[in-house]
């Protein structure tokens, strides 16, 4: 049965998959959307990096990480940071009584730019830094966390923890980080004016094109034996130890890459919405985003991407007439998904396209019997 | 601490102690093993079975005593450098992955890639893939090999599970109850398996299906309360009066 699943994940089936996907967000939704709404797209996007970074910590790897919100805020901080500072140069800071530092800093009677904040002048060291500091700070939570044997819920809350105790220190340290309001009127990059609408659409491509490069290369992790691993660490792993493998590593790797790839969102994030916040750190937004993985299908990279833009249409939707009801509807599907489709989209969509695609085919004459979203492991036991 | 002389057994213990919270589990204990030598370990419930296993392949630490295989000292590695030794153990539950096919639970098990780097670019090659069918062929579930382990009968589980150690060519294999819920069919096949396996290496089985002992057992260790009651061949234990009385009467 797996056979059959390891060839629709990297075979033809997985490729119908992506590749439906692909003309969705590269071509659909830039031919439908106005720039506003493409836009709005767009940023719902860098939410599904942190939902597929999901898929493979939690899904596969069954961590649960309560914070994933802290690795997409380093990314999207380490960005803000870099195109603060360019906003902040002597000559549109003169009025400030320290002139070429970012405002808010001036607000605070900080009179010189701090140590840590040098760096980020260079757009090299800040690319850099987004794809390998929160990766390194992962891997020293992991090292703390995984070879001391600390997992499940304990994980989950001290990655919460976490969460809360960078979010306290950003909003406290608000000379440094720019405080609750986070970091805001970034304009140009490299002297490019970023929130033109040129800029926007360029963004949006390059974020679509990040994110498909993740989905490519978490699958290429999904069908190794790594992926396997992950399954088996999951189900069994005091199996896996005494199968010779020292699990730590594997789970501490796993949790580094899905850092990696939620900062990548977290970076786009900034380019797309022009700032960056605690409010995209916290407890909140990293528990919206294991949601987003659980209305998608935590065991597909594709599902969570549909999960994520689906829960987004609808809280823009909601929210904007119900406030208050919004998070009880979400709070409602959260526990509704987990309860009667543990596989989310993805599991509902492999149960029932069969049928779907056989009407389809029948109706067209067509002959493809596979299924482009299916994934290895929905017959996964729920834990 | 661990003794420094060197034996020409495979598996030397010597004054092995645990104890959990003062109680103790294994008791001064003195074990050794052969190559080639299939030895069982019997005794009631609680006795400390288990917990021998636990304490060889790292899962618990001693509290005193020495484990040596091949003239190394086991207690102070940790529990997957123990398995690379050469050292396999099989769970008292059948320890399987359930979400993996027959087939992937072999190779997921199978003694390369074992790093994280490793197995990312762990290669399918058709090495493994004949190693793979040479031991499904051995556990009688080369017609299962795409069949859902979850899907397997209990026997089929505990027979996979032997095949995941197998495929590591261990030196020392031990097996905590192996046909504990097996049909007499099934119990009949892997005495068979067991007698055919420990050719070329030893093991260590935990067994309370006397039957089942009399048909594999080259020397057989009674255990009670952490302590060895008595040792030897199946039939002297067997009329040693200490162990009919805790033991083998009930
Ligand atoms: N980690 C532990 N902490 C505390 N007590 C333990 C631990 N492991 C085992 N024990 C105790 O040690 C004793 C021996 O247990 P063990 O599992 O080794 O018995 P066993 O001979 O395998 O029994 P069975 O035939 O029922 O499997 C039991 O009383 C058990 O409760
Ligand atoms: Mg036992």
Redesign the pocket.
């Known amino acids: 049965m797996s056979f059959v699943y390891d060839k629709l994940l990297g075979g033809k089936s997985g490729a119908i998959g992506l590749l439906v996907l692909s003309v969705i967000i590269l071509i659909v939704f830039p031919m439908l959307l106005d720039g506003f709404r493409l836009n709005l797209v767009g940023k719902y996007l860098t939410y599904a990096f942190a939902a597929i970074s999901l898929v493979l910590l939690w899904g596969y790897g069954g961590t649960l990480s309560l914070g994933q919100g802290i690795f997409f805020g380093l990314g999207g901080y380490g960005m803000a940071m870099f195109l603060k500072l360019e906003a902040s140069s002597p000559e549109n800071t003169a009025i400030q009584s320290t002139p070429g530092i970012p405002d808010f800093m001036d607000w605070n009677q900080i009179t010189a730019l701090p140590w840590f904040w040098e760096p980020f002048s260079s757009f090299g060291f800040t690319l850099l830094a987004i794809l390998v500091l929160p990766a390194l700070f992962a891997y020293f939570i992991g090292v703390a966390m995984f070879k001391r044997r600390v997992g499940g819920v304990y994980f989950a809350i001290i990655t919460q923890v976490i969460a809360v105790i960078l979010t306290v220190l950003i909003v406290g340290q608000q000379g440094y980080t720019g405080g609750i309001n986070g970091i805001t009127d970034l304009r140009t990059l490299n002297g490019w004016d970023i929130t033109s609408d040129s800029a926007k659409y360029l963004f949006y491509y390059i974020n679509c094109g990040l994110l498909i490069g993740v989905i490519l290369l978490s699958r290429f992790i999904l069908t190794s034996k790594f992926g396997r691993l992950l399954l088996a660490i999951r189900d069994k792993e005091d199996r896996v130890r005494f199968s010779g493998y020292d699990v730590a590593n594997f789970k501490i790797f796993i949790f580094c890459f899905a850092a990696f790839v939620s900062a990548l969102g977290g970076a786009m994030f900034t380019l797309q919405v022009g700032f960056m916040s605690p409010s995209f750190v916290g407890i909140v937004p990293s528990i919206e985003m294991v949601i987003f993985a659980a209305v998608g299908g935590r065991m597909s990279l594709i599902g969570v991407v549909y999960g994520t833009l689906l829960i987004n249409f609808g809280k823009t939707t909601f929210s904007e007439s119900f406030p208050e009801l919004w998070l009880f509807l979400m709070g409602g599907t959260f526990i509704a998904v987990v309860m009667f489709f543990p596989n989310g989209l993805a599991g509902l969509w492999s149960q029932y396209s069969p049928d779907i695609i056989k009407k389809i085919r029948s109706t067209f004459g067509m002959a493809n019997p596979e299924l482009p979203l299916s994934s290895p492991g929905l017959k996964e036991t729920n834990s | 601490m661990p003794s420094m002389t060197n034996t020409d057994f495979s598996l030397s213990i010597e004054d092995l102690t645990v104890s959990?919270?003062g109680?103790k589990?294994?008791d001064n204990l003195n074990l050794y093993i052969d190559k080639n030598e299939l030895h069982v370990v019997i005794?009631?419930?609680?006795?400390?079975?288990?917990?021998?296993l636990?304490l060889i392949c790292g899962k618990?630490k001693s509290t005193s005593g020495s484990i040596k295989f091949l003239n190394q000292e086991l207690t102070t590695l940790s529990e997957h450098e123990i398995v690379r030794r050469g050292v396999g153990r099989k769970f008292?539950t059948p320890s399987i992955y359930e979400n993996l096919s027959v087939f992937e639970n072999l190779e997921v098990s199978y003694p390369e890639g074992r790093g994280v780097f490793g197995s990312l670019f762990f290669k399918r090659s058709e090495k493994v893939i004949s190693k793979i069918n040479e031991i499904a062929k051995l556990i009688m579930l080369d017609g299962e090999m795409e069949t859902e382990a979850a899907l397997l009968s209990h026997g089929q589980k505990q027979w996979l599970e032997i095949g995941m150690l197998l495929i590591q060519d261990p030196q020392l294999l031990m097996l905590?109850?192996p046909v504990a819920g097996m049909s007499v069919k099934e119990r009949e096949q892997t005495a068979e398996l067991l007698n055919s396996i420990s050719k070329g290496r030893s093991v260590l089985v935990?067994e309370?299906d006397m039957e089942f002992v009399e048909r594999i057992a080259h020397k057989v260790t009674v255990?009670h309360q952490?302590k060895i009651l008595a040792a030897g061949k199946m039939d002297e234990v067997q009329k040693d009066p200490k162990v009919i009385e805790v033991y083998l009467g009930h």
């Open positions: 959990f919270d109680f589990a294994v005794g009631p419930n609680g006795a400390g079975k288990t917990t021998v636990d618990t008292q905590d109850e935990i309370h255990l952490g």
